[in-house]
């Protein structure tokens, strides 16, 4: 893949980037720009596309229509010039070493994330981060402002920028401004105990089409926006009323549950030497008769510690045998600093010293724990090489590790347990549904998964690929755009 050349660095300073002057016609933001740096062991030598189906999703739309992406590339406390990568502009947005701590790990990882997420952690509120979280988003609003051409369309990307269309709506009129929010919404019973509930509400209706995963995320968003802001919400449109009382605009709000990139997962899935590698994977755990696995990032919503719990058990009670099925848990480092991520890697840490230490053989490990970031080559050779894929989360947005599975698995194999909890649930209805907090139930799952007939695992399989194959990332896209378009000028009510 080509790399671009690495722009120039300003100052280190924290002052609102320079804006550039209406250039783009589709401009995505988001908190991170799609680009990893490429080190050449000593020096910065460029930037590589980062995975991720959004990016390749709209790698067309961007070359096609003059695009940028606006986003932090990672690094606190740099300031960088605009730069040209891969058909894109790509805007830095500085931040500094406190606005990581207070708008990303505080207001968004330990604010928001906990809060949308069921509240499995606590939430916790500061007036710091609040204030840290609206600076920043103020921030990006400038920057996107700045980069957008006349008319252009603006797509804003999740929680940690819930403020921006609305900022975005006052510097920049003549926008069209579409918001997607990637995790859930939660219900106006927990979404109340927010102390800024209403601006939160207010920034988001800054929006001409707030986009969600779930039917039911949209509902508890115009549920909100009736019950905090006195909204006048109709089908699922929302009058946005200017300080004059009369309509400014209308915010529409409607699910679109997004997918991933299944052209490129079912090539690799078909790629000689990655069928090799998931032999080879078998091999080296011992030729089990099943392997299960696990891929998650390292967070509390994603239901590993349950997942241990019940496989551990199934061990104990003899139900399972080391021999016959070993668990490959991939847990990707995740949000390092914050103080329940720590918790949580010492947990399962832990969890997976006492089961390997009980149920281990010199030939069997029982859980093959894997606490690294892999690339996507590697990942397809483990969803060949895995008889049961485990998703257990308590709560997601979606989950993409379900669907890149059932993508995978192009000869109609395999079993996918998956949590009733994600909003991939909604689309994989053919997959063995599970309550991760009903410890038993799991268990009998996963046996029953491991033991699933060969007819029936292929009937699942067969009909979750038939949804999976017609609704990818590339659609999402374009049926979300589409909508923002058609919206500017329709008024259903
Ligand atoms: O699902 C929300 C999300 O922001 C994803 O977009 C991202 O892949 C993941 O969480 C981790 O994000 P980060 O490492 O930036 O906190």
Do not use: C
Not at 216 to 225: K, P
Not at 436 to 462: C, F, Q, W, Y
Request: overall charge negative; glycine content about 6%.
């Amino acid at each position: 893949m080509p790399e671009s050349k690495q722009p120039k660095k300003t100052s280190a300073s924290t002052s609102q980037s320079e804006p550039v002057h209406g250039a783009s016609d589709f401009l995505v933001v988001s908190n991170r720009l799609p680009v990893d740096r490429v080190s050449n062991g000593t020096d910065d030598a460029g930037w590589r596309r980062a995975p991720g189906g959004l990016v390749t999703a709209l790698a067309p739309v961007m070359a096609a229509r003059d695009g940028g992406w606006v986003g932090w590339h990672g690094a606190p406390d740099e300031t960088l010039e605009p730069f040209h990568h891969e058909n894109m502009d790509l805007i830095p947005v500085p931040l500094s070493s406190d606005e990581v701590e207070l708008y990303y790990e505080g207001f968004s990882n330990s604010t928001l994330w906990p809060l949308y997420h069921d509240v499995i952690a606590p939430p916790e509120f500061h007036r710091t981060w609040w204030d840290s979280y609206r600076l920043v988003n103020r921030r990006f609003a400038e920057a996107a402002a700045g980069a957008a051409a006349k008319n252009a369309t603006v797509w804003v990307q999740d929680y940690q920028l819930q403020l921006v269309p609305s900022y975005l709506r006052q510097l920049r009129p003549d926008l069209r401004i579409g918001f997607f929010n990637h995790i859930p919404f939660p219900p106006p019973e927990i979404f109340a105990q927010l102390p800024w509930r209403q601006p939160i509400i207010d920034g988001l209706l800054g929006a001409d089409l707030i986009g969600f995963q779930r039917p039911n995320d949209t509902a508890n968003f115009l549920r909100s926006a009736r019950r905090f802001l006195g909204a006048s919400v109709k089908a699922q449109q929302v009058h946005v009323r200017a300080d004059d009382g009369r309509t400014s605009h209308i915010s529409r709000a409607e699910p679109f549950p997004i997918s991933i990139d299944v052209g490129q997962i079912q090539e690799l899935a078909a790629r000689p030497d990655i069928i090799a590698r998931s032999r080879q994977i078998r091999e080296d755990m011992g030729n089990p008769k099943t392997i299960l696995l696990g891929v998650d990032r390292l967070d509390y919503t994603k239901g590993i510690t349950h997942r241990l719990k019940a496989y551990g058990e199934l061990l104990h009670d003899g139900i399972v045998k080391v021999e016959d099925a070993s668990l490959i848990q991939v847990a990707s480092p995740s949000r390092e600093r914050v103080e329940s991520y720590r918790h949580l890697r010492e947990e399962v840490e832990g969890t997976v010293g006492r089961i390997n230490g009980q149920f281990d053989t010199i030939e069997n490990t029982a859980v093959r724990y894997l606490h690294h970031s892999y690339p996507v080559e590697e990942m397809v050779a483990l969803y060949l090489a895995a008889d049961v894929m485990l998703v257990t989360a308590l709560r997601d947005g979606m989950n993409l590790v379900a669907k890149e599975y059932v993508a995978a698995r192009g000869d109609n194999t395999g079993a996918l347990v998956l949590s009733e909890f994600t909003g991939a649930a909604d689309q994989l209805k053919q997959a063995l549904l599970v309550n991760p907090h009903d410890i038993d139930g799991l268990k009998a799952t996963i046996v029953r998964a491991i033991n699933l007939p060969k007819t029936e695992s292929s009937r699942r399989m067969r009909a979750m690929r038939k949804q999976i194959l017609s609704h990818d990332v590339q659609r999402w896209s374009e049926d979300f755009l589409a909508t923002l378009q058609i919206d500017a000028v329709r008024d259903d009510s």
